[in-house]
């Protein structure tokens, strides 16, 4: 497979890319949204720093695997306290990569020996190229940068299910819900909510965890937690490089919060639709891989 180079235009917006398409503090939004779902028995949530970021415009392409990346390596940078080895050994992680960078990151990590496999399969490049990656790229990279992970392969037509047992046991474990680095509890409301809010938050529950890579037929996403019904059906909550947030979180910010009133009827639950994908969606793939920091 020859890898197709990137357009003179494309490669310089993708090297001068900003945080102009990356929100922070979403999974705090989420979380109250998800509380008031009316059907909702309980929600895991991974760590509340983790950022949505999605895909610039007009360049060529989602970049899928890379803006997953970008958000799992930010992520880290938020959650890792500062004397961690890995920050420390990376200072780079402390901002958001770019693509440019992170094609040569792994790259690094193949020369390094790590899924070294891959670089054949891929046609021998990635730096200034077009060419998608996925899981073996990006658990080499993350090798390569001294983060512990692991890869999980789902296979055959309950593979949807087997997905989402792995990635419930992933944010449900005790492990996950343990005080994080720096003392405080994730799981604090703010003491000027409403007591209705107050009582319905205890369905949610947001972990230390950082968020999982997925990848399926044709296209990647970043999963940050999980939902279950009063019924008993589960959702996977992800976020899709493919896609902005809805316009009510995004002009926010982040700063100012949702209001009980807002996280009410058709357009809240438009906004949370965005962000489940449940069986009828998950169950068109019988092979899906993920990877996960331990």
């Given at each position: 497979?020859?890898?197709?180079?990137?357009?003179?235009?494309?490669?310089?917006?993708?090297?001068?890319?900003?945080?102009?398409?990356?929100?922070?503090?979403?999974?705090?939004?989420?979380?109250?949204?998800?509380?008031?779902?009316?059907?909702?028995?309980?929600?895991?949530?991974?760590?509340?720093?983790?950022?949505?970021?999605?895909?610039?415009?007009?360049?060529?392409?989602?970049?899928?695997?890379?803006?997953?990346?970008?958000?799992?390596?930010?992520s880290l940078s938020l959650i890792l306290p500062p004397t961690s080895p890995v920050l420390q050994k990376n200072e780079f992680?402390?901002?958001?990569?770019?693509?440019?960078?992170?094609?040569?990151?792994?790259?690094?990590?193949?020369?390094?020996?790590?899924?070294?496999?891959s670089r054949d399969q891929l046609g021998g490049r990635l730096v200034g190229t077009t060419t998608i990656i996925g899981t073996p790229e990006a658990e080499a990279l993350l090798l390569s940068l001294g983060v512990p992970c692991t890869g999980h392969v789902?296979?055959?037509?309950?593979?949807?299910?087997?997905?989402?047992?792995?990635?419930?046991?992933?944010?449900?474990?005790?492990?996950?819900?343990?005080?994080?680095?720096?003392?405080?509890?994730?799981?604090?409301?703010?003491?000027?909510?409403?007591?209705?809010?107050?009582?319905?938050?205890?369905?949610?529950?947001?972990?230390?965890?950082?968020?999982?890579?997925?990848?399926?037929?044709?296209?990647?996403?970043?999963?940050?937690?999980?939902?279950?019904?009063?019924?008993?059906?589960?959702?996977?909550?992800?976020?899709?490089?493919?896609?902005?947030?809805?316009?009510?979180?995004?002009?926010?910010?982040?700063?100012?919060?949702?209001?009980?009133?807002?996280?009410?009827?058709?357009?809240?639950?438009?906004?949370?639709?965005?962000?489940?994908?449940?069986?009828?969606?998950?169950?068109?793939?019988?092979?899906?891989?993920?990877?996960?920091?331990?």
């Open positions: 497979m020859k890898p197709n180079s990137i357009s003179p235009r494309t490669a310089t917006l993708l090297a001068a890319e900003t945080d102009t398409n990356t929100l922070p503090a979403v999974l705090p939004q989420l979380s109250h949204l998800l509380s008031h779902s009316p059907n909702l028995h309980q929600a895991f949530l991974s760590h509340p720093s983790t950022p949505q970021i999605w895909k610039l415009f007009p360049t060529e392409g989602q970049w899928c695997g890379y803006r997953n990346l970008q958000m799992l390596c930010l992680l402390k901002t958001k990569l770019t693509i440019p960078h992170l094609q040569l990151l792994i790259e690094s990590a193949w020369t390094q020996g790590f899924n070294a496999h789902f296979k055959g037509p309950e593979a949807w299910i087997e997905l989402l047992d792995s990635v419930e046991e992933y944010f449900s474990s005790l492990s996950s819900l343990s005080t994080p680095p720096d003392g405080n509890p994730v799981n604090v409301v703010p003491d000027d909510t409403p007591l209705e809010c107050k009582g319905a938050r205890g369905r949610v529950i947001s972990t230390t965890r950082p968020p999982i890579f997925l990848q399926r037929p044709g296209h990647s996403m970043t999963i940050i937690g999980l939902s279950r019904s009063t019924s008993g059906k589960r959702h996977l909550l992800v976020f899709g490089p493919a896609w902005s947030p809805p316009s009510a979180l995004r002009w926010r910010g982040g700063s100012v919060e949702l209001a009980c009133g807002e996280c009410e009827g058709w357009a809240a639950k438009w906004m949370l639709r965005q962000y489940r994908k449940g069986g009828r969606y998950l169950g068109r793939w019988r092979e899906s891989e993920t990877v996960s920091v331990d």
